[in-house]
């Protein structure tokens, strides 16, 4: 059974640019979160979509989006760029919407902002 | 604010030797705790969970503690082994009723095992 995929697995932008960055979750998961890594911050949840919704939302500025679509996979977007979005861009899936699901997490997508 | 805290960055410990990795919640809505397991170049996995109706929770090697009253838990992982060597993640949330969750990480903390 194939892992959570993330594309790409690296990325260099500058400042100002948008990016889009995609996740693959678990076939049969319907549930796709984004976290973001950094050094100083560690893992920060973004949003979590569950049959094309979002249904939560961490505290980052509206410059961050998702969306989900009827297969499952998502996207993020981040539109303006800035230097402390650097980061690693992490996805988990889980199977259902329901309680103690454990969520697996993809490899992330690097992302560097010059 | 930080809600999730382990405060040891590190840790080092002999392998065949107990290692223990803390961790602190601010937030007393927390109902459901996990540790996650990161090597360079990879997503967390999931290691172990404990619900707040319970203070001990076993898989192998992998025991987790809690302690409600002191907003505390810890991993035990008994016998270290070279290849546990990561960066252990503690989590936490608040599960609803009919709904997903999103964890509050703590920023981790690197367990080397020494051979």
């Known amino acids: 059974k194939a892992g959570v995929t993330q594309t790409p697995r690296y990325l260099i932008k500058t400042r100002g640019q948008q990016v889009t960055l995609s996740c693959s979750p678990i076939?049969?998961?319907?549930?796709v979160s984004w976290y973001q890594q950094t050094p100083g911050q560690g893992l920060q949840f973004l949003f979590e979509?569950?049959?094309?919704?979002?249904?939560n939302k961490g505290n980052f500025p509206g410059r961050f989006s998702g969306r989900q679509f009827s297969n499952s996979r998502s996207e993020m977007n981040v539109s303006t760029l800035e230097l402390g979005d650097s980061a690693l861009y992490l996805c988990?899936?889980?199977?259902?919407?329901?309680?103690?699901?454990?969520?697996?997490f993809g490899p992330g997508t690097r992302l560097t902002v010059l | 604010d930080q809600q999730v805290k382990q405060n040891s960055p590190s840790l080092s410990v002999q392998e065949g030797r107990i290692s223990i990795l803390n961790c602190d919640y601010t937030?007393?809505?927390?109902?459901?705790f996990l540790w996650y397991k990161k090597y360079p170049a990879e997503g967390p996995t999931f290691l172990i969970s404990?619900?707040?109706?319970?203070d001990k929770n076993e898989d192998g090697r992998f025991t987790v503690f809690l302690n409600k009253s002191a907003k505390h838990l810890s991993l035990h992982i008994v016998p270290s082994q070279p290849g546990d060597s990561a960066v252990y993640f503690c989590?936490?949330?608040?599960?609803?009723?009919?709904?997903?969750?999103?964890?509050?990480f703590g920023k981790g903390t690197l367990l080397t095992v020494n051979p």
């Open positions: 076939s049969g998961h319907r549930s």
């Open positions: 988990a899936s889980s199977l259902v919407a329901g309680d103690r699901d454990e969520q697996f």
């Open positions: 989590a936490a949330t608040r599960v609803l009723s009919g709904s997903n969750y999103k964890l509050t």
């Open positions: 404990i619900s707040s109706i319970k």
């Open positions: 979509y569950f049959s094309e919704t979002q249904r």
């Open positions: 937030n007393s809505m927390f109902d459901y």
